[in-house]
């Protein structure tokens, strides 16, 4: 959920970091990002699809992924913090049954836009499912 208290770009700094996000990783939300975001790849859905491309079970697209990205750095940056850039790689899959938890640090503050770049990953039990950096403007 998003904070009402929006961040201020003069209360952070350099090296900050946010704080953990744990998400429980299921099937419902798996086939749901999928669905929602009009993937209608068989491996995000249909589990003998899954198996039979070499994976244990349906796994989360990276439309889902992204989602997850903006949401944990907007909860952290408050209701009138913007996100202007969004930068991802993935890396291990997303299972149902596991957890991703994320991390980040602010790695750049620029005060002509008053942004500032989170570096960012998420981690899930078999690594890093997601690594990348956000660009967001605050008040």
Not at 5 to 28: A, N
Not at 30 to 55: K, M, N, Y
Not at 101 to 124: C, H, M, P, Q, Y
């Amino acid at each position: 959920m998003t904070s009402q208290k929006t961040r201020q770009f003069d209360e952070v700094s350099v090296g900050d970091s946010l704080p953990p996000l744990s998400i429980p990783i299921t099937v419902p939300q798996i086939v749901g990002g999928a669905i929602a975001t009009r993937d209608f790849f068989p491996g995000h859905h249909d589990l003998e699809a899954a198996r039979a491309l070499g994976s244990p079970h349906i796994f989360m697209n990276i439309l889902t992924t992204n989602g997850l990205v903006q949401r944990y750095v907007e909860d952290w940056a408050g209701i009138n913090g913007l996100v202007r850039a969004i930068r991802i790689r993935l890396g291990m899959p997303n299972y149902p049954g596991d957890t991703m938890v994320f991390s980040g640090e602010i790695s750049d503050k620029r005060a002509e836009d008053r942004t500032v770049e989170v570096t960012l990953k998420g981690k899930n039990g078999m690594g890093n499912h997601v690594t990348g950096t956000v660009r967001v403007q605050l008040p």
